[in-house]
């Protein structure tokens, strides 16, 4: 059957949705090639994250065309019921997949941007945690109907568990991490050593994401509204922002590194504090001197995140990063002074030897 009026407008939505992820990923993809860096797990994912996009568009189609999506139940028959739940089932095992792809890429590039080391050990477990969570959830799904045939055809005696639930507690824990994913980076980039400007601009790009807490929080009520008399027509809505949701996660995903193929939308530097890696005073004889930058220093994270947002890179010194850990440096200052009686002046000469 040929999809209704709403099966054309679903497909017609979701459709300009992935061209405009598609854009995105193709543009993450050029602008890390443009900058001579290699693709990381956070592209990976990414990339993955396209492909799912794209299957959920073809199950979306089926859906509309063979599934009866957007009908009302009285004007589809048996077979068309049949294959409504079917393709039902498998844009959950899509979605399920999707959804963990695109906060494992987020975090990921939160990664490479700050190193922290307590940073790195608290989204290391939150990775875990989702990842876990993800799979946990992908094979509930598959054992939501004893037998899982049962789903799908009414006529085979099963038992399942109530999908309502299921589906608001997945829900809630999606909810949950965008909140996190969020405000991730927020108490780094206002350690920063920058000013105000800078840090509210580097806020507005990550900001861009509570959108999809937004999008998220609204995919919950709009579950609700599936009509259990008829759903194929009432599960336009839960249709829509089931789409919406990971596509706007994963355009977010990439904006910042797109960034980078943009020039003219580099942060300019506004701090009066100086930008050199070693601080050593030279009032004493001989000791030891320590960098004072250290892989916590904030100005190290703004420079990644700026190498990481506006293709420029960071310069090194002994092919140490500004961010290394501390390391001696043995300096010995001596100081030789020659007196001349027959001008009575004094010469110095100062001169520092590396020991």
């Not at 994250?49 to 009302?72: D, K, T």
């Not at 294959?83 to 975090?107: E, G, R, V």
């Not at 965008?178 to 990550?206: E, S, T, Y």
């Not at 190498?307 to 390391?327: K, N, S, V, W, Y």
């Amino acid at each position: 059957m040929a999809p209704s009026t709403r099966g054309w407008q679903m497909i017609e939505i979701v459709s300009v949705l992935v061209a405009l992820c598609l854009m995105s990923v193709v543009m993450r993809v050029v602008a890390r090639l443009k900058r001579r860096v290699g693709l990381g797990v956070d592209d990976y994912l990414s990339i993955l994250s396209m492909v799912l996009m794209v299957a959920m568009l073809i199950e979306l189609c089926l859906w509309c065309s063979i599934g009866g999506n957007g009908a009302h139940v009285k004007t589809v028959d048996a077979e068309t019921m049949m294959n409504y739940w079917k393709i039902f089932l498998a844009n959950q095992f899509t979605y399920f997949i999707l959804c963990p792809a695109i906060k494992i890429s987020i975090i990921c590039f939160y990664r490479r941007v700050f190193t922290t080391p307590k940073f790195q050990t608290f989204t290391f477990g939150l990775n875990i945690l989702i990842g876990a969570w993800g799979l946990g959830i992908f094979l509930a799904c598959a054992g939501q109907c004893r037998p899982l045939r049962a789903y799908w055809d009414g006529s085979v005696t099963g038992t399942c568990f109530n999908a309502d639930e299921f589906f608001i507690v997945n829900q809630a824990f999606n909810v949950l991490m965008d909140f996190i994913i969020l405000i991730l980076p927020v108490p780094m980039i206002w350690n920063l050593h920058r000013a105000w400007q800078d840090k509210l601009a580097l806020n507005g790009v990550f900001a861009l994401g509570a959108f999809v807490c937004f999008a998220s929080i609204y995919r919950i009520i709009v579950l609700f509204w599936i009509s259990p008399s008829d759903p194929t027509y009432t599960v336009y809505q839960a249709t829509l922002w089931t789409h919406v949701e990971p596509a706007v996660g994963l355009i977010c995903s990439c904006l910042p590194i797109i960034r980078g193929l943009f020039p003219a939308l580099k942060l300019k530097n506004r701090s009066n504090r100086s930008q050199g890696p070693y601080y050593i005073n030279t009032n004493i004889s001989q000791s030891n001197i320590l960098s004072k930058s250290s892989p916590r220093s904030p100005d190290l994270e703004y420079m990644k995140m700026e190498a990481g947002m506006c293709g420029t890179t960071i310069e090194r010194t002994h092919r140490q990063f500004l961010g290394d850990d501390l390391h001696p440096l043995n300096i010995k200052v001596q100081t030789d002074i020659a007196i001349t009686p027959d001008n009575d002046s004094v010469s110095s000469s100062i001169y520092r030897a590396p020991h």
